[in-house]
């Protein structure tokens, strides 16, 4: 049964999947390598959380136990006692790699190690374990604790029990998963990359200011957001990686292209949201 749930990654995946597990009434232990993020992910959560018992979703005690639950932890052996671990750390396969061959030393036998990742091969990030079986992609959606899906990517060596269990987690976090091959970008993010690539053409061509494609795609396409605006909560550094790593794996398909303004955005930091400026300028 699991009790604890160790997160690692305290950016805006982290954190955001750590208030999911703390108000599913698991305890969590939150690692990341920079103290700075745990100071922030904490400081983001207690302010969701406020917001929250504020709009009348939870309840004081509910918002004050789920804090409570959370524990910010620097040191990576400190997930030793978690029954499921959830990776979202930078999207970088290296690291995800290396943090997956450590925790094999780390974890109980049979523990689940799941990753976040956007677009890498889940085969990939658990080839250096000893328990590929017990690897998987969990897959949450930005804002974490608003968006209801899941994919649960089965790597090449994933067991039934492992991706079963992914999805009965995710069920009790109160979302909906969906199971699917391991494939560059899974459904979702293959299917939204000609959404950037091809607004990111059309700006670069000098066809049409960024407010009037994100305009014109939320007023007569029905999308909620438009592309830019979803490249600035993404992070654009985020999507640059998940552009350049689904362009990758397909050996360089023309179609899935990275485009060298997100290169240069990221060169300035000039990262969305996160850094206050993007596409769109967030300054109070
Ligand atoms: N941002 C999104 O919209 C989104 C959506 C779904 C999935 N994802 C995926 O989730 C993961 C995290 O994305 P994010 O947007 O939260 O990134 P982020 O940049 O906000 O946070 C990443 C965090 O990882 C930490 N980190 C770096 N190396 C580490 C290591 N070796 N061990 C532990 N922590 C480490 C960093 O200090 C940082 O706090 C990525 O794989 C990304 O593709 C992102």
Redesign the pocket.
Known sequence: MIKTVGI????????GIAQVAALARFEVVL????AE?LKK?MDRIKSDFRRSVERQKITATEATEALAAIHPRKD?HDLGDSDFIVE?????LE??R??FKDLDQIVGPGVVLA??????SITAVGSLTNTPECVVGM????PAPVMKLVEVVRGKHTSDGTAKETCDLAVTMGKTPVVCKDTPGFIVNRVARPFYGEALRLLGEGVAPVEQIDRIVKAEGGFRMGPFELMD???I???Y??TKSVYDQFFHEPRFRPHPIQRQMVESGMLGR?TKKGFYSYEE
């Open positions: 690692i990654g305290a950016g805006t995946m982290g954190s690692h990341d390598v920079s993020a992910a990576l979202a750390a930078i999207e970088d690291v995800k290396k943090i990753t976040n990742t956007s677009s890498l897959h949450f959606f930005n909560l993404i992070g550094d985020v999507n990686a998940v996160k």
